[in-house]
């Protein structure tokens, strides 16, 4: 995601916040006004936003002072000029309680406000370091309008504050919500990465003038539609206003591709992915520990294998354990100076490239642009967003909130890169939950009557689907061993093995699965609707998969016959666009479906050999002297898996 969320919290985290966050992620000097500070490590000050600044008197746009941030995050919601409110008081003659009250925004609160972290893509933040003056002042005006539509949202569509006994009442706070940005420009690790701070309060004003708090738990839970939201607007922002285009680009296998900016090459993303390096490395470890871990009756800890959730906490155990120090801020125009010449001499990528990054983005957006047709269809989105959502969902149930995140996830692989319609997402979900989403929600409290909250399923079955298949357990090989530790010999390895040279057995990603599903459903809804007559419900402009870039097409199947030869080297199958042109002519919704009879045969054998090729690799860890060994079942009819040396990482979380 490209928005992460952070409570902030009175006391040391608000301190943290002050001395370090707001100056650039820098050291702030002991002692330093706060302007001074952020003049000496180049960034720029602070600014307010959100529709709330005006109950408070204050403007967007202004400056952000400490005694402001002070008074609103650190003093527990108090206004942000406390300090004068109070003065007025008490020289009106008003005793020193009362005076301190007026100044107070409702109750003192412990968690004050919370930190959304808001950077773009990959290429969109490389063609901001690495591009001329008005390439630089175009993303980053596409940034920041992103950032204020989605706080936009947020103050119409999530944030609520909760009143009453246990909090039952729930009331949007109409006057919105007051904000403060800081931009940074560099990650840890002093490569590019253009990000913003934005600290919201969590005080919200009610519809009878009280202050309110606002539910961080339903902030929390909208994260992922709001990353989603953002991405959607800078990327098509950028590529307007730049000329660009955006493509799909698997990152890890089986995972869900992520948008980027087509032309901009991948080895400038692996030149600024030092951390991410780091992390991989560790995780791998974290891993291995996980799946060898003992309890105290030498039985295993855990699971044999990893699951989803399971390595998402070992990935953030990886993260904190690499975490760098913080070096000291530079001014932009240095660092982009040196950027560009750290890019040129350890990238790999050619230096007319780099020189000439938007000029090469722009030629490979034009072919695409020609190539690929921009084509939105609301009914067949519906089927492949609800599809998608059902089967990534624990037990297949979601809220509106994962249908809304997976339409924008859709709308930007289908648009690439394309200025999408304002409430087209919104159109999308409606559809999808008209048509392909059944209730069950069993409402014991006000807040379960929501339509956030409502509770749904898919209507129809999935049962032909191929059933997501578990890594037969693995045995112990005691030739192959985690990497020595940091101080550890390089003798005490097996002779030709380099650190991290071993493999832990994983649970099968579902997104593969999620893809097929919504190729089942489509395939489903045109047999039975083969003999129906034009103008019917499931009436089809054009099929969505148009739009789909050949990098996600299966390939054309081996003849059976000649399985032992090489694959010929060629492009992948696209969709004709002469015939897709002939299917906007017709609008014949029965011939823009056939295309998908074609597509789910592609992707189920490419989902039945995704499947074989997991087991291949599992099956590596079998003993091949004690194959036919009785080996102890669990209840889950897995073998256990026996170790042979546990490792230091214990944990209480089991992953299901």
Same mark, same amino acid.
């Given at each position: ?22 100056? &650039? ?10 302007? *001074? ?17 005006? *109950?408070? &008197? ?10 402001? %941030? ?66 630089? !002042? ?60 934005? %600290? ?24 992922? $539609? ?35 900016? +087509? &032309? ?14 780091? @992390? ?35 990935? +953030?155990? +990886? ?13 932009? =125009? ?32 034009? =072919? ?51 200025? @999408? ?10 559809? =999808? ?24 399923? $898919?209507?129809?079955? %999935? ?17 192959? !061993? ?27 990603? !579902? ?5 097929? $599903? ?126 042979? !040396? ?11």
């Amino acid at each position: 995601m490209t928005v992460d969320i952070k409570i902030i919290r009175a006391g040391q985290m608000y301190r943290y916040y002050l001395r370090e966050t707001v100056v &650039g992620d820098g050291r702030r000097p002991a002692r330093t006004p706060l302007r *001074a500070a952020q003049e000496q490590a180049g960034v720029p000050v602070g600014r307010r936003m959100g529709r709330g600044l005006a *109950a408070l &008197g204050l403007a967007a746009g202004e400056e952000v002072t400490e005694a402001q %941030l002070r008074n609103l995050f650190g003093e527990r919601g108090r206004h942000p000029y406390a300090g004068r409110i109070e003065a007025d008081r008490l020289a009106a003659g008003d005793a020193a309680k009362k005076a301190f009250k007026a100044g107070a925004l409702g109750r003192r609160v412990t968690v004050t406000g919370v930190d959304f972290v808001f950077r773009p893509q990959p290429t969109i933040y490389l063609l901001w370091a690495l591009g001329d003056d008005e390439t630089r !002042q175009v993303i980053e005006a596409a940034h920041e309008r992103a950032i204020v539509r989605v706080l936009e949202w947020i103050e119409d569509e999530v944030a609520v504050i909760r009143y009453g006994k246990d909090g039952v009442y729930r009331v949007r706070p109409p006057g919105g919500l007051v904000a403060a940005r800081f931009r940074h420009y560099e990650a840890r690790s002093g490569m590019p990465l253009l990000h913003d701070h934005v %600290l919201l309060s969590v005080k919200g004003q009610r519809l009878d003038g009280k202050w309110g708090s606002i539910h961080t738990t339903a902030l929390h839970e909208n994260t992922v $539609a709001a990353s989603a939201l953002y991405n959607e607007l800078v990327m098509s922002e950028v590529c307007e206003a730049l000329g660009l285009a955006s493509e799909p680009r698997t990152v890890t296998e089986g995972r869900r591709p992520v948008m980027e900016i +087509a &032309g901009v090459p991948h080895e400038l993303i692996r030149w600024t992915a030092r951390r991410s390096d780091q @992390i991989s490395a560790c995780l791998e470890e974290l891993e291995h520990e996980y799946v060898t871990a003992l309890d105290d009756d030498g039985e295993p800890q855990f699971l044999p294998v990893v699951s989803e959730r399971a390595r998402a906490k070992l990935n +953030a155990m +990886a993260a904190r354990k690499t975490r760098p120090p913080k070096q000291k801020t530079r001014p932009l =125009a240095q660092l982009r100076v040196w950027w560009k010449t750290s890019a040129i001499l350890t990238s790999g990528v050619a230096a007319d490239v780099i020189n000439s990054l938007l000029e090469h983005a722009r030629a490979t957006a034009a =072919a695409i642009r020609a190539r690929v047709a921009a084509v939105v269809d609301v009914a067949l989105a519906a089927v492949d967003v609800t599809a998608t959502v059902f089967v990534m969902n624990e037990g297949g149930r979601f809220h509106r909130r994962h249908l809304l995140a997976e339409a924008r996830r859709h709308l930007a692989l289908v648009l690439r890169g394309r200025r @999408i319609d304002p409430g087209l997402d919104d159109q999308i979900v409606a559809a =999808a939950i008209s048509t392909h989403c059944r209730d069950i929600s069993e409402p014991k409290t006000v807040r379960g009557l929501e339509a956030g909250y409502r509770l749904y399923t $898919a209507r129809w079955s %999935l049962s032909d689907l191929p059933a997501r298949r578990r890594p037969p357990t693995p045995a112990p090989d005691p030739d192959r !061993q985690p990497p020595a530790d940091a101080g550890e010999s390089a003798e005490l390895r097996p002779p030709g093995q380099d650190a991290g040279e071993w493999e832990v057995p994983r649970f099968p990603l !579902q997104y593969e699965r999620a893809v097929l $599903a919504g190729a089942v459903v489509r395939e489903k809804l045109r047999i039975i609707t083969a003999g129906a007559v034009r103008g019917r419900a499931y009436d089809v402009v054009a099929h969505q998969q148009a739009a789909m870039p050949e990098q996600l097409l299966a390939p054309e199947l081996a003849d059976p016959e000649h399985n032992d030869q090489e694959p010929e080297a060629g492009p992948r199958e696209a969709i004709d666009m002469k015939a897709l042109r002939a299917l906007r002519q017709s609008r014949m919704d029965v011939e823009a479906l056939d295309l998908t009879a074609e597509r789910l045969r592609h992707l189920q054998d490419a989902f039945t050999e995704a499947a074989d090729a997991s087991r291949t690799r599992t099956d590596r860890y079998a003993e091949p002297d004690d194959a036919d060994a009785a080996h102890p079942v669990r209840e889950d009819g897995q073998r256990v898996y026996r170790p042979e !040396q546990p490792g230091p990482y214990r944990g209480r979380e089991s992953a299901r």
